[in-house]
């Protein structure tokens, strides 16, 4: 009998298999910073969806007084996951996805510093989410606010899996953010191109820095009181029961002390993309560099020491009240500061209100003004008046959306012909901006209304004689007409990548690296090693009879 020779190599496992299989087993394995980068941001919008949906369902119970579409405990069960869907498993997975995809190719690396711990980073914070999303095919979500409001998670108010599902789930994705964030450090730190000193990194490479430390820091509590309500949960222990001797203030303590620094977690990596979209689209230099630079390490150390303005309420001494609104107060400095820097920037330019543009301009607008609630938040008598009022509803959503969400936009739009080759529809791109605007005005805005005529966040359903109604079913037609800019969004995504125009290397004219290599860019990103002389390499390059060119302001 003849033998035959049998080729188990992988490489001819997988020419047998189908296109699309091959596909999937490509970003299942990967550990290339870009497809990874790809799959947080895939995983985000599609968590996008889901919260969404959980939003419009909130909204449509509230339409009405005295309504009954949504059971008390279901309405629960969904605010809790929307709140928690948003902030874990959308904001933070979308930004670390784009720091993914380009600060390697910003500061002119190969790859992440450490590709496999990015990789598990990822499947970890995915993990997390289907832990938590489990709970609904074991028949009993969570429904103690995505704050979990202690002790409410204790075995005798929250008997079922959802709880158990909630911590675990938070629990297993904060593994994968803080790896993220370590990740991010080194791989700034240590692999930026030659003559690219710290104090030449693109801005946004700037703002991950720094999210990441805040990660670092702020994650690990989170996670310990996480591991505390377990205990609690399982083993007896009482860490947060007050009638056995423990501390529903220990727990606000311990979240806050994450909770508080997790909106700059949110904001800064937006500030960056900001900061990236409003010089190349006004044909002018970010202004005054060195005094964002020194405001965003101001806003990450600051927002170390705010988190108990969340706790105004709870009876906390004089002077603690009055340290915390002053730390509070103080970090609108930074902010202010950059608000400045942009409008500086823009001042006298050559703007292009292109895509990328028009969502940085929404930005700038809908920031500030949730902006100017939060520092009304800060002064102690307004947040006794208002605390647990749809006006801390309004406020958070119109800083967290207006300004991530938006921000976030402008980023994809800006970076999109780079990820993929292809131009995004403008006219479909600014009838996203638009509708998207005036739904968020629309929904956001009539609650800060109906907070200050006292109706109270987390209620089901309200009285016909409150004055109320007429600001929820003002805030629902918002969230209604919003649906259909996301929309937009995902078929002007999914339509582009095989039918938009070609982009070229460098469609928007910009000046950092990412634009220097092909789009989509090689496996390896660069052919070799860019060097860097400026914060504007790609000026230098175009520029190569002027080599010791230097702009105002910016020290070569």
Known sequence: MQSAIVDNSTETRMATKPPWTVYLHDYIT????????????????????????????????????????????????????????????????????????FV????????????????????????????????????????????????LTEKTFSRGIGTDCWATGLLVSGVGTIAGGVNFIATIVGLRAPGMTIGKVPFFVWTILWTSAQIVLAIPPLSAALIMVLLDRHLGAHFFDPQTGGSAYLWQHLFWFFGHPEVYILILPAFGMISEVIPVFSRKVLFGYEFMAAATMGIAFIS?????????????????????????????????????????????????????????????????FGGLTGVMLAAVPIDWQVSDSYFVVAHFHTVLIGGTLFATFAGLHYWYPKMTGRM?????????????????????????????????????????????????????????????????????????????????????????????????????????????????????????????WKYEGEHA
């Open 424 to 548: 995004l529809n403008e006219r479909l791109a600014k009838w996203q901006f638009w509708i998207l605007l005036i739904g968020f005005l629309l929904t956001f805005g009539p609650m800060h209304i109906s907070g200050i005529l006292g109706m109270p966040r987390r209620i089901y359903t309200y009285p016909p004689d409150r004055g109320w109604d007429i600001w929820n079913q003002v805030a629902t037609i918002g969230a209604l007409i919003q649906a259909p800019s996301f929309v937009l969004f995902l078929v002007n995504v999914i339509g582009s990548r095989w039918w938009g125009k070609p982009a070229g290397n460098n469609p928007w004219n910009a000046w950092t690296l990412e634009w220097a290599t092909s789009s989509p860019p090689p496996a390896y990103n660069f052919n070799e090693v860019p060097v860097v002389r400026s914060r504007r390499p790609l000026w230098d390059l175009q520029h190569p009879e002027d080599p010791d």
């Open 30 to 101: 990967t550990v290339d910073h870009k497809k990874i980068g790809i799959l947080y941001i895939l995983m985000a919008l599609v968590f996008l969806v889901i919260g969404g949906v959980e939003a419009i369902l909130i909204r449509w119970q509230l339409f009405w007084p005295r309504a009954d579409i949504i059971p008390p405990k279901l309405f629960n069960q969904l605010f809790t996951m929307h709140g928690t869907t948003m902030v874990f498993f959308v904001g933070m997975p979308i930004l670390i996805g784009l720091g993914n995809y």
């Open 304 to 368: 170390l020491g705010v988190w108990a303005h969340h706790m105004f309420t709870v009876g906390m001494s004089r002077p603690m009240e009055i340290g915390f609104a002053a730390s509070s107060l103080l970090v609108s400095i930074p902010t202010g500061i950059k608000m400045f820097n942009w409008l500086a920037t823009m001042q006298g330019g050559k703007i292009r209100m292109d895509s990328p543009m028009l969502f940085a301009c929404g930005f700038l607008g809908v920031f500030v």
């Open 104 to 151: 390697p190719l910003m500061i002119g690396a190969r790859d992440m510093a450490f590709p496999r711990l990015n990789s598990l980073g990822f499947w970890a914070t995915f993990l997390g989410g289907m832990i938590v999303y489990f709970s609904f095919l074991a028949g009993d979500p969570p429904d103690v606010g995505w704050f979990a409001y202690a002790p």
